[in-house]
């Protein structure tokens, strides 16, 4: 049973790094927000947030996916900024594991998002004002439209069958067959 809940987890993730890579290059300039030197690419948070509710591993994959699409989309300052999301989804992901709301995950992961890319940006030239203000208000926002997106695609999801933070579905038993 271990190595079903192993794959599926590889596979969530896997899907769900694709989709942090593919967000930043697909919606680049149609879904982004730029405030100079802040930009946002709305929904780009989501797989890592997702991710958030299956494991650490999985939110730390996905995070490096997201690194990786903004790395070939927007350059290395913004993928360091997105190079935060491995440790912001590993905190959240962490605090899934202790039983914590999803709506709760997400409000106590985005202070501390908004700080990491703040000071991620520090060593770039960014003046405090620049760092905290506009890329780390900037970051909080974002965070919470994003968290918002990711509540009602979790609740959607989890309506179809896909519980993320439990794996094996729920109308699935011991021998994997499909109870009515």
């Not at 982004?32 to 930009?39: A, H, L, N, Y």
């Not at 992901?93 to 202790?98: P, V, Y």
């Not at 000071?119 to 900037?138: C, H, K, R, S």
Request: net charge positive; aromatic share 6%.
């Amino acid at each position: 049973m271990r190595t079903r809940t192993q794959v599926q987890e590889l596979l969530y993730g896997a899907l769900l790094a694709a989709l942090a890579i593919l967000i930043p290059t697909v919606f680049r300039g149609w879904l982004q927000v730029i405030v100079p030197p802040f930009s946002a690419t709305l929904g780009s948070h989501v797989p890592t947030m997702l991710a958030m509710f299956i494991s650490p591993m999985t939110a730390a994959l996905v995070g490096v996916g997201s690194a990786l699409g903004f790395l070939l989309t927007l350059g290395p300052i913004v993928a360091l900024r997105a190079a935060v999301h491995i440790l912001i989804g590993v905190m959240g992901a962490r605090l899934t594991r202790r039983g914590k709301h999803p709506w709760l995950v997400l409000s106590l992961t985005a202070l501390p998002h908004a700080v990491g890319e703040s000071l991620v940006v520090l060593p770039f030239g960014f003046d405090l004002y620049q760092a905290f203000v506009v890329v780390g208000l900037g970051t909080l926002l974002h965070h919470s439209v994003d968290a918002v997106l990711t509540v009602v695609l979790n609740s959607s999801l989890a309506k179809a069958g896909v519980k993320l933070n439990k794996l094996v579905p729920d109308s699935c038993d011991r021998n994997h067959t499909m109870l009515r």
